[in-house]
């Protein structure tokens, strides 16, 4: 199973848990307060991706090591 066969079965996991506690699917009868936080869940959990995977490029940037060995290997040989 490939990364995105396991992403994708886990977003639709999500996806149906969401759908079916929001539109009482279930039969269960969600508190009001439950229910305020369950409905933006997703653009939450959107925001919450975008800004793992931003903090995750600046980190791997900021963290990024040169190789002055391989460099010097590759500079023309008339300099």
Not at 23 to 43: D, R
Not at 48 to 72: K, M, Q, S
Request: include cysteine; charge should be neutral.
């Amino acid at each position: 199973m490939t990364k995105l066969t396991q992403w994708l079965w886990g977003l639709a996991l999500l996806g149906t848990a969401w759908a079916a506690l929001t539109m009482g699917a279930l039969g269960m009868e969600l508190p009001f307060p439950c229910q305020e936080v369950l409905w933006p869940l997703p653009a939450y959990l959107l925001v919450f991706a975008g800004g793992y995977a931003l903090g995750t490029v600046g980190y791997r940037v900021a963290t990024f090591h040169d190789c002055e060995d391989a460099a010097r290997s590759w500079k023309p040989k008339w300099i």
